[in-house]
């Protein structure tokens, strides 16, 4: 195969961006999905709606029309097909990035088509990497989180009604999974370690759960932790007391957070703070310590996952080809 100027893991918002500016400015490119186009978001709960305003979720300046002011799951889905569609983008789906090799200008990476497991290797002058972080949960590592009756993530209410269901977490994915279930029929109990909720919740939901705990119609147990899983019960732990109490429980929603996939960074040789989590990178241009090799999204962002979204990583792909048109040209 001939060598592509780059080559972009990772087929999100921000790797759709990163495509179209390669594309403006006249690059050769291919996008490496490991699932469907934009995977995160078809993996967000079914009737999920964007706290965001749709001009706001646009690349490539294509204009994104909705219904009503914040846009759902559906339409950013079929926003993002559309973008794709309109400029002609390069995306393999269902193909995982599997080792990088070589330098700046010789890139050599070697894919795994997840579907049958056949194997393909490309090569790419410069390397942008946008992988996001919602493949990747923070394990509680508890007895029973192995189970089958645990998920890490939340997708639809119906399979639970009147059934026994326990959210771990106390964010913005935890207070609509509970919101979401209460109204469908399950029998909600939150457990979080933190005091009350997370005051960072979105001003419309916080008051809406708040409520719903006040008035016993979703339990809570808060400055609490779950310290097993069984088959039929789980186990929480007061933090303040120490009291142990076994509760019934048919499913387990363990919304804990995500990281992005530092160890395949680390094999790239991108350096990784042992403290923030965060990799190396220019600011300005997006090139991480490793010359030719671009981050771009969520990825940049370590433990502070809930500062960079798609509003912001959208931009980093005007950003990374600005400097890799520069640099190819003077070569």
């Given at each position: 195969m001939d060598k592509l100027d780059c080559i972009v893991i990772g087929g999100g918002p921000t790797g759709l961006a990163c495509a179209i500016e390669a594309s403006r400015a006249g690059l050769s490119h291919l996008v490496i999905e490991k699932g469907c186009l934009v995977n995160s978001l078809y993996n967000y709960p079914t009737q999920m709606t964007f706290f965001t305003t749709p001009e706001l979720l646009e690349i490539g300046d294509l204009p994104f029309v909705c219904e009503r002011e914040k846009p759902n799951r559906i339409e950013a889905l079929k926003y993002y097909r559309r973008v794709a569609d309109t400029y002609n983008l390069s995306v393999h789906q269902y193909e995982k990035a599997i080792e990088v090799s070589g330098s700046d200008g010789n890139f050599t990476i070697e894919t795994e088509l997840?579907?049958?497991?056949?194997?393909?290797?490309?090569?790419?002058?410069?390397?942008?990497?946008?992988?996001?972080?919602?493949?990747?949960?923070?394990?509680?590592?508890?007895?029973?989180?192995?189970?089958?009756k645990v998920a890490h993530y939340y997708k639809d209410a119906h399979p639970f009604y009147n059934r026994n269901v326990a959210i771990i977490g106390g964010a913005n994915s935890a207070a609509i999974a509970a919101?979401?279930?209460?109204?469908?029929?399950?029998?909600?109990t939150i457990i979080h370690r933190g005091e009350t909720l997370r005051p960072t919740i979105k001003y419309w939901i916080l008051p809406d759960i708040d409520n719903r705990i006040s008035n016993g119609e979703v339990k809570a147990h808060f400055r609490s932790i779950v310290t097993e899983i069984k088959p039929e019960t789980i186990r929480i732990r007061n933090l303040v007391t120490g009291e142990?109490?076994?509760?019934?429980?048919?499913?387990?929603?363990?919304?804990?957070?995500?990281?992005?996939?530092?160890?395949?960074?680390?094999?790239?040789g991108i350096?990784?703070?042992?403290?923030?989590?965060k990799p190396a990178f220019s600011a300005e241009s997006m090139e991480s310590n490793v010359p030719g090799v671009y981050l771009a999204g969520v990825v940049i962002a370590g433990k502070e996952t809930g500062k960079i979204f798609i509003e912001n990583g959208r931009f980093h792909g005007g950003q990374i080809m600005r400097h890799v048109a520069a640099v190819l040209k003077r070569v």
């Open positions: 997840t579907q049958r497991g056949e194997r393909r290797r490309y090569f790419a002058r410069k390397l942008i990497i946008a992988i996001g972080y919602y493949d990747h949960p923070n394990f509680m590592d508890i007895p029973g989180e192995d189970l089958p919101l979401d279930l209460h109204r469908h029929g399950a029998h909600v142990e109490a076994e509760l019934p429980n048919d499913f387990v929603f363990a919304l804990t957070g995500y990281h992005t996939d530092n160890d395949f960074l680390c094999r790239i350096i990784i703070d042992p403290e923030t989590r």
